[in-house]
């Protein structure tokens, strides 16, 4: 059982960065297509952004030019950095391998002054 294990998150004020971080137990984060999801409140889980392994990238409209997916294949780990965050920003985020359908526990992150 391969474990992805989300860290990074919290309160954060509006106009803030923040980066979050998922580390998987085994070497296959260049390998697969790995994705960023969000669950805001009262909301459906929603792609936030996603990496392929030829590094090609995709996001959502709504966080286009703010965050940044990236990954360090010398240690398991796929980034999202977050930049100009937004009250509406405020969600749990998870990590998950597209291809092999593995999720994270999730990281909330909460943007508000």
């Known amino acids: 059982q391969v474990q992805l294990v989300e860290s990074g998150g919290g309160l954060v004020q509006p106009g803030g960065s923040r980066r979050l971080s998922c580390r998987a137990s085994?070497?296959?984060?260049?390998?697969?297509?790995m994705g960023w999801y969000r669950q805001i409140p009262g909301k459906q889980l929603e792609l936030v952004a996603g990496?392929?392994?030829?590094?090609?990238?995709n996001y959502a409209d709504a966080v286009k030019g703010r965050f940044s997916i990236s990954r360090d294949n010398t240690v398991n780990t796929v980034y999202l950095q977050m930049n100009s965050l937004k009250p509406e920003d405020t969600a749990v985020y998870y990590c998950?391998?597209?291809?092999?359908?593995?999720w994270g526990q999730g990281t909330q992150v909460t943007v508000s002054s």
């Open positions: 998950k391998n597209e291809n092999l359908n593995y």
């Open positions: 085994r070497s296959f984060v260049s390998l697969y297509t």
């Open positions: 990496i392929k392994s030829d590094g090609t990238t």
